[in-house]
């Protein structure tokens, strides 16, 4: 088990620009949402930029949650493309982790050390077990908010009112409905 770290680290440290970007892939798969959002407003002082996204954010998050409050259907519509993700994630987790373990039977019987593919096996494998237990956090705050329904449509509209404060404060005008 000591090989998989240090060969992990090793390769880590040996290709810096695709460790940026398994990086950058992670935090893309994690906030894709936010970071849509965040794009889709036009660009202006960053403060108001981040203000604005975050409010938008907010409001996608308690729209959704009213959509499938109480509606099986559209709560089935809205979690199916997480679902199925997460089940092409875990199937392509399972296939890697097998080849894992050939390859760790393998480096057991043969006393050899890793090569550079099985070193990038184990960091496939890692960056779908990140990915995969991500998505599935965000899936579960998702349910969990949904389940204290009032609670949760308490806090996110009072995130709301705080936000348009905010930004009320800075003097931006808000429209009160967006096409």
Known sequence: M???FDWTFHWMGDHPFQTGFYLLAIIAS???????TFLSIPPQKLNIWLIKSRLKSTAIQLENLTRVYKNGFNLLLYILPDILSMLMI???FLSIMALNITIIARTL????????????VNMVLSMLSIIYSLRLFKLIIFLSRL??????????????????QKLEKVGVVIPTEEA
């Open 90 to 92: 875990s199937i392509a």
């Open 109 to 120: 019987s043969t006393h050899v050390e890793f090569t550079r593919m099985e070193s990038r």
């Open 30 to 36: 994690v906030y894709g949402n936010n970071i849509r």
């Open 2 to 4: 000591r090989h998989f």
């Open 147 to 164: 389940n204290n329904f009032k609670e949760s449509s308490h806090v996110l509209s009072a995130r709301i009112a705080r936000l348009s």
